[in-house]
Every structure is written in structure tokens, then in C-alpha cells.
């Protein structure tokens, strides 16, 4: 078990508290009308019940108090069919509880999509369902058959705390809101509304996980929610260690300096580069300026893996830096392991990660890392052990670390092994332990988790409303501003939140689902619940919650429908 997943057990509730972690643009997430409820600070929330509920639980199970009884039922609701790191580690969760046993139900709202699961990936679910843009998930499966979902955007999670009764759990895997990017304030492209919807999605009773500590440490400083660790994984039989592959790029830039026309020589250092160079918060601009800056010592042959072709728009710096860079653009996924081997260095210089997949990636490819010290990566990095690392942005202090790497054989063989060994702590059958443990956890407290949703049914009816909103293509808001003349657009990993008009009108169906008449009665619980402190529930003070929580204990029911 990495020890990642061994020094995280708490004393109450199965879960350590996060280190403190520094945001990259700021001390805070919040501002004036962010979306957080007022005074949140001091009241006892249902999404705080939620979290005592689940860690006790998990706890439970950790120690052997509660222990499976059957198979599950698991839908995940999948956001789109991009090639991301996220969407790539939630189709791994669909493959891993297959494997187990388990029924998978993948989902995905879409007209056009004839699959939930992506056109890219091999992987299948039991069930496969496309739920239509004016259809609810209720109208293409029964619901009622569902053990527990899992969402990994954060834009559905009210959507299905309304219309599924089963544990909703949404993993975070990161993004720009969570980190504070400035981008979240751009009006033109929603990404406002969006910023507010997440606030607000946090105050709501769904259970949370996190994929790294230091968004575990993000989610509890600047929102006071507990989340259950769910790290992400590597197949090690995959991604290993091999000589370069003979696969032809998809395409080469090329902008050679003066001194470097002509053929390629050899003896020449191979740097890998793995990213989508639309995304600035991946700091591309970072890495071509290090790349330039060693290949002025030391010839350079770079590959970049990358989702789309780079332009000198996307990264400054590009079209003058000297550089040769095979390009492989959204290569199939069981040619990826291969194009990851045979590398002298992997260079990663992302400004934030909640996880950071390429590094880990390269490091079951035996690959030395020359990495920013961007939060997730330093879960499994850890600079002079298995890899080296540096400030974000630090371009200089980036070039010295990566120009060492290329020189010193001895140390590029050290860390490369170092990094090998790292990497098969996070081996499949260690994250489907830590997955399935969670999954069985909400189970156990299903009644009381779908009853916490009872206070929170006039949040419920808000946050639907605002996914619509926050949903919209920007076109179809008269109020937001247009981008600037001449101005690129902004580019966020969630793009594909937009929605159409159709896609709206689910929400604000979920939404009515919600009623009206029993809304004003339900205002005044949270209000009740605060009367009695969180320490108080923490130390087991009496409560119908806790008590049937105690009942599932002693039975150890997991796997009983609710």
C-alpha cells in the first residue's frame, strides 16, 4: 500500500487532515457573491452532517466493523468524451469495478452520442445508457437499482442529488476553480457563473472525495468539507521501462536557429512533453523557454504528446525558440505507454495539478522527472528522491535541474529507477481497494444521507437553476460581455460544461421537481441543525443519524439497497 494511502487513516472518521496547502493566486477562493451561503462559517451545514457520516463509516469499514455482503450497483455520470486525465481516470474506475464484480452503469447526457463510454476508450460498463438532452436519468434507468453514483464535475451534482435517491459522491480531480485561476472571473465564456455554481455545490449534502491531499487540504480550508482520499493510479504492466518507439509523429515543428539548420546528429538528449498546449494553466510558455534555454548547451530532440497541434498563440516563445518537436496529436490510447519510453527526461512545468497524470505516467516509464512543485505531483514526487522539482515559473532554476538530468548519467539511472519503484505503489488493485472501500462506506449510510437532502431542498431548487445558468453558452446570455477584438478566447478544461437550451430545461424540470409548497417549511432546519455543535456529533452525541450508523455498523449491512 503506498504510504500515501497508510498515513492517512485518522483518529476520528478514517481520514488525516490535510496539510495546509498555499493556493497559487491567493489566500482565498471567496469574494462577494462568490455563491457560499452567508455566515456558513458557524453554522452546522448538511453537507457537514454528510462528512461525519462518511468518515465514521469509512472508518467502520477500515477496521473491519462493516463488511460487504454483495456486489454493487455504481453509476458513474460521465461529463463529456474529451481526452483528459480526468475523464481517462474515471473510464480506469468503470474498468477496475468491472473487474471486481461489480455492475457499472456509465451515463451520458448527450444527442448525439450513441455510447456513454468514450469513442477512444476499449473499456465497456455493464450497462450503458445515453440519456437524452430533454430526458432525466430516471426516463432510460430505474434508478431505484442504483447502490451509489459518482460525478466528477462538479456542474451535475445537483441535477442528481434531485432526481437519483442513492449516494451521490463527487470526486474532485481539480480544476481552475478550485485552484482561484483568474480565468474564473472571465464573464464572456460563464466561467463567472461557473466559479459560483462550485461554491455553491460544496454547501450542498453530496459526499466528497478528493484525488490528492492537497485537494482534500483545499476543500477543507477554504470550504470546511471533509473528503475521503480516492489517489488516481498506474497500470505498471503498461507503462514501462523500453527503448524509444519507432511510432512516426503525427506532424514536426520546426524553428531552428542559425546554429542549429540542417539534419538531425546524433547523440542528441530526448525530452518528452505530455499536455494539452490550449490550457495555459499547463505552462507550456514555462517549457519551451527551459527547453530553448538547455538546447542552446545541449541539442535537443523533443516530443510532445498533446491533444491538439500547438501554435505560437497558444505558447509564446514557440515559433522562435529553436526547437525541432515531434508532435503526437491525440494518439490512440494503447499507443501512448510506447511513446512514453526511451526518453532521457520528462519535463512538467504545469503553474497548478491536483494530480498531475503525465509525471506519474513518465515515472512508471522509468522516466527521470524534471517537474514543477505544482500541489498533486508532490504526492508521489518528492524532489531528490524520484525526481526533481522547482518552482512554478522558475524557468532558470527548471533549465539548471533538467541540464543536470541530461548530463549526469548516474543521476538520470537513480532517479529513473527511484521513480519506477514510486510508481508501483500506485498499482490498480491498491486504488480499486481504496475505491471499493469508499463506495461500500456511502452505502452503509444511505437512508440518512438521502434524508440530509431534506434540509437542503431549497438549496437543491438554487443550485439547479444556477447549473443552468452557469450551463448556458455564452451566446445565449445577452448580459455577458464579448470577448475583446482580436482576443484569443480563454481556454478551460471545462469548455464542455456548455449546454443548450434543451440541457437547460432538464435542470429546471430537476429543479421543479423540488416543491414549491414544501420549500418556505424546509428554510428553517439548517438553522436547527446548527443548534447542536459538530463536536458534539464528532464525540457521538445522540442522534437518529448516528444511531442507525451504529445499527449498520453492528450488522455490517453494505450492499443492501436503501
Not at 437518529?544 to 449491512?557: C, D, H, P, V, W
Request: some cysteine; overall charge neutral; hydrophobic content about 45%.
Amino acid at each position: 500500500m503506498p504510504e500515501l494511502l497508510r498515513n492517512n487513516a485518522a483518529e476520528n472518521g478514517g481520514e488525516a487532515r490535510a496539510p495546509s496547502t498555499v493556493l497559487p493566486f491567493g489566500d482565498t477562493l471567496h469574494y462577494t457573491s462568490c455563491g457560499c451561503p452567508p455566515n456558513w462559517q458557524n453554522t452546522t451545514r448538511a453537507a457537514d452532517v454528510v462528512d461525519i457520516l462518511v468518515q465514521k463509516a469509512f472508518q467502520a469499514y477500515q477496521e473491519g466493523r462493516l463488511a460487504a455482503t454483495r456486489p454493487l450497483r455504481v453509476l458513474y455520470f460521465l461529463p463529456h468524451h474529451n481526452v483528459t486525465g480526468g475523464m481517462k481516470c474515471l473510464v480506469e474506475h468503470v474498468r477496475l469495478l468491472k473487474l471486481r464484480g461489480h455492475t457499472v452503469i456509465a451515463a451520458h447526457r448527450s444527442d448525439t452520442a450513441d455510447r456513454a463510454m468514450p469513442p477512444w476508450s476499449p473499456v465497456t460498463a455493464t450497462v450503458d445508457v445515453v440519456c437524452r438532452l430533454h430526458q432525466r436519468i430516471n426516463d432510460v434507468y430505474d434508478v431505484s437499482q442504483i447502490d451509489v453514483v459518482v460525478v466528477g464535475i462538479f456542474h451535475q451534482v445537483a441535477e442528481l442529488l434531485v432526481g437519483v435517491p442513492a449516494p451521490i459522491m463527487y470526486w474532485e480531480q481539480g480544476h481552475e476553480w478550485l485552484f482561484g485561476d483568474p480565468v474564473r472571473f472571465q464573464v464572456a465564456h460563464n466561467y463567472l457563473r461557473q466559479d459560483q455554481l462550485f461554491h455553491r455545490v460544496l454547501h450542498l449534502p453530496v459526499a466528497v472525495a478528493a484525488v490528492s491531499d492537497a485537494v482534500q487540504s483545499i476543500l477543507a480550508q477554504q470550504f470546511g468539507r471533509s473528503s475521503l482520499l480516492i489517489p488516481n493510479g498506474v497500470d505498471c504492466d503498461r507503462f514501462f521501462p523500453g527503448p524509444p518507439t519507432d511510432v512516426a509523429p503525427t506532424a514536426i515543428l520546426s524553428s531552428p536557429t542559425k546554429a542549429q539548420k540542417g539534419p538531425r546528429q546524433g547523440g542528441r538528449r530526448s525530452v518528452l512533453l505530455v499536455g494539452n498546449p490550449a490550457l495555459p494553466l499547463k505552462g507550456f510558455d514555462v517549457a519551451i523557454a527551459v527547453l530553448a534555454m538547455v538546447n542552446r548547451v545541449l541539442p535537443l530532440d523533443v516530443t510532445w504528446i498533446c491533444q491538439t497541434q500547438p501554435t505560437a498563440a497558444m505558447v509564446p516563445g514557440l515559433a522562435t525558440s529553436g526547437l525541432c518537436i515531434d508532435l503526437h496529436i491525440s494518439p490512440a490510447q494503447d499507443v501512448l505507454p510506447a511513446l512514453y519510453r526511451g526518453h532521457d527526461a520528462l519535463l512538467f512545468t504545469s503553474r497548478y495539478e491536483a494530480w498531475g497524470m503525465p509525471v506519474l505516467e513518465g515515472m512508471a516509464s522509468g522516466l527521470p522527472v524534471v517537474a514543477t512543485s505544482c500541489l498533486g505531483v508532490q504526492t508521489f514526487a518528492q524532489h531528490g528522491v524520484n525526481a526533481l522539482l522547482a518552482d512554478p515559473q522558475d524557468v532558470p532554476q527548471l533549465a539548471r535541474l533538467l541540464l543536470t538530468v541530461l548530463v549526469e548519467d548516474s543521476l538520470r539511472l537513480r532517479l529513473a529507477s527511484a521513480a519506477r519503484a514510486a510508481a508501483l505503489q500506485y498499482a490498480p488493485s491498491v486504488i480499486a481497494d481504496r475505491l471499493e472501500a469508499v463506495l461500500y462506506s456511502l452505502t452503509a449510510g444511505a437512508r440518512e444521507l438521502l434524508h440530509l437532502r431534506t434540509p437542503a431542498l431549497a438549496d437543491l431548487h438554487l443550485a439547479c437553476a444556477a447549473a443552468s445558468l452557469a450551463c448556458a453558452k455564452p451566446a445565449a446570455l445577452p448580459q455577458a460581455a464579448p470577448a475583446a477584438a482580436g482576443e484569443d478566447p480563454p481556454h478551460s478544461k471545462a469548455e464542455h460544461a456548455h449546454m443548450s437550451a434543451e440541457q437547460q430545461q432538464v435542470l429546471l424540470q430537476q429543479a421543479a421537481l423540488v416543491s414549491k409548497d414544501s420549500v418556505p417549511k424546509q428554510r428553517q432546519a439548517p438553522r436547527q441543525m446548527s443548534l447542536q455543535p459538530s463536536s458534539e456529533l464528532l464525540q457521538g452525541a445522540p442522534s437518529n443519524a448516528s444511531e442507525r450508523l451504529t445499527e449498520y455498523s453492528i450488522k455490517g449491512q453494505i450492499g443492501h439497497a436503501a
